[in-house]
């Protein structure tokens, strides 16, 4: 299993700086089980609406898979000593680190932040990598498939379950709706948009807008060689897994 399979079943793939040669020749094993992972991953529309767009469990399941393969969280201390004396201490955490016996693997999940998150993971990964602490660094983030395909996806959720109101989300508990957001609903109802539409407009603008973290926000920041020189390998979650 390779970076051809994820490619293959619709994920966005952008390898920097040799990752991909990398990977094949000093990591081959560590790809795959990676590659496998991923392709297994699955999120239900339910529990991204019903748990208001954040992280919560369905990328503590990725994590917790990641870890089960012994990406763990780690923290990199680095201490600088000039003639003998030790200047003040600076760390760097990484979600999910694969120590292997040709170098280590840093993984950082971006599912939904503010996409500066970005500029810090990948200037995280530029130091690692020239301090030789990780050979690679990676991102898996929704892919532009998936964050196109959100407006539809949750529109034709909401009419499969019959969501005809806000009486309706009320019973259902579907997250904390603040007074401005069911405005905005009711306002879009007036001028004749039905209310599942309605309701998914407001909710991918607001938990997943343009200034998230997403597959073109991380592309372009790649593009411009933000991470630069550090070999990067990025991944973007399909539409395909939404379930």
């Known amino acids: 299993m390779s970076l051809a399979a994820l ?8 390898t920097r700086n040799h ?30 609406i019903t748990g208001g767009g954040g992280e919560s469990g369905l990328t503590q399941r990725l994590r917790h898979e990641l870890s089960d393969l012994n990406w763990r969280k780690h ?11 030790a200047r003040t201490g600076v760390s760097h955490e990484v979600d999910h680190v694969k120590f ?7 993984l950082e999940i971006e599912w939904n932040n503010k996409d500066p998150f970005f500029d810090r993971d990948l200037e995280n ?4 990598h020239a301090l030789s602490a990780i050979s ?6 929704r892919g532009s498939s998936m964050q196109s395909a959100f407006l539809e996806r949750i529109t034709e959720w909401m009419k ?45 603008a607001d ?24 070999p990067l390998l990025l991944v973007g979650l399909p539409a395909s897994i939404l379930d």
């Open 207 to 230: 938990k997943f807008g343009q200034a998230t973290t997403h597959w073109s926000k991380l592309e372009d920041r790649v593009l411009r060689g933000v991470g630069n020189p550090c």
């Open 160 to 204: 499969a379950r019959d969501l005809a109101s806000e009486d309706d989300l009320d019973r259902l508990g579907i997250g904390a709706r603040t007074a401005a957001q069911r405005k905005t609903v009711a306002d879009q109802i007036a001028r004749g948009v039905p209310f599942s539409e309605a309701f998914a407009r407001k909710f991918v």
């Open 19 to 48: 990752a991909e040669a990398i990977l094949a020749h000093d990591f081959p094993r560590e790809l795959e089980l990676l590659a496998q992972v991923l392709l297994e991953f699955r999120i239900s529309l339910s529990e991204i």
């Open 7 to 14: 490619k293959d079943a619709g994920y966005d793939v952008l």
């Open 125 to 128: 990964f530029q130091r690692l």
């Open 100 to 106: 292997a016996e040709a170098g280590a693997l840093a």
């Open 136 to 141: 690679m660094g990676i991102v898996v983030t």
């Open 75 to 85: 923290n990199f201390e680095v201490q600088t000593v000039v003639d003998g004396h």
